[in-house]
């Protein structure tokens, strides 16, 4: 393969390893909000640091070149961006309620949008 190549392949796996990394940060940002219902903030809490150790390992993933694991970080990112559209349209479970549209949601959303897009490159000029 060219170096040019390379290059380009390399720099798609910076890309995708910061902002999958940046997209860690701002959901474990999250891991401290308190909701009126303690049940609920439980659960989010867990939620947001089990979904920021996932962006952790996709970042892992993307700057380790593990191919195998391009794919399902897509589909990470997919289901991530489906959930938050969902939680903003319908009520969210546990609150009961639909969600404000705040900076992390805008931020979350266009982090999901570029990563699903940098996946899915690299999953296709990776795939052997």
């Known amino acids: 393969m060219s170096s040019t190549a390379e290059i380009g392949k390399t720099s798609l796996r ?4 910061l ?14 909000a308190v909701l009126p219902n303690p049940t609920a903030t439980l659960i989010y809490r867990i939620f947001f640091g089990f979904t920021s150790a996932l962006a952790i390992v996709a970042a892992v993933a993307f700057i380790q070149g593990i191919k195998k694991l391009y794919f399902p970080a897509m589909i990470f990112f997919i289901i991530d961006f489906i959930l938050l559209t969902e939680t ?7 609150v009961g309620k639909v969600l404000p549209v705040n900076p992390y949601v805008e ?15 690299l999953w296709r000029i990776d795939r052997k």
């Open 14 to 17: 910076w890309a995708a390893m």
């Open 19 to 32: 902002l999958s990394a940046l997209w860690a940060g701002v959901h474990l940002d999250l891991t401290s």
């Open 88 to 94: 903003r349209t319908a009520p969210a479970l546990f």
């Open 107 to 121: 931020i979350s959303l266009a982090l999901d949008i570029i990563l699903i897009a940098l996946s899915a490159v």
